[in-house]
């Protein structure tokens, strides 16, 4: 099993723009294409309630997030034709999230840093 010592979780939600669930529904296996082969990428899955759209993804370290948002950037600029951030969250260690905090700040994510848990 993968470690998960660095493990940094995102947690992005979107609100849909009305009548644009199917056009984002559509779109949503081009991100999983373009994910499927990043190497220190552990989980990526969406899931929909109504007209909001969860991101549940998880990375290696603060580097792998880095990649996987130059990755699938084309595909994140036209969700965001169709949609809006409404809330992005980042967990992870402190020293993960140092790495995060200046490439990220314009989207205004809540920080959670890890304090303690299990790992398997």
């Not at 190497?39 to 991101?55: I, M, P, Q, R, V």
């Not at 034709?81 to 790495?99: C, F, Q, T, V, Y």
């Amino acid at each position: 099993m993968k470690s998960t010592s660095h493990m940094v979780t995102i947690h992005p939600y979107f609100k849909i723009h009305p009548g644009k669930v199917d056009t984002v529904k559509a779109s949503l296996p081009a991100f999983v294409n373009q994910t499927t082969p990043e190497s220190k990428n552990l989980f990526y899955a969406f899931t929909l309630d109504g007209d909001e759209l969860f991101c549940r993804e998880g990375y290696m370290d603060g580097d792998a997030v880095l990649t996987h948002l130059a990755n699938v950037q084309v595909l994140l600029d036209e969700l965001l034709k169709n949609s809006d951030l409404i809330r992005l969250e980042i967990h992870g260690p402190s020293a993960e999230l140092e790495k995060l905090k200046e490439p990220l700040a314009e989207l205004k994510p809540k920080w959670f840093v890890h304090q303690c848990g299990v790992e398997r």
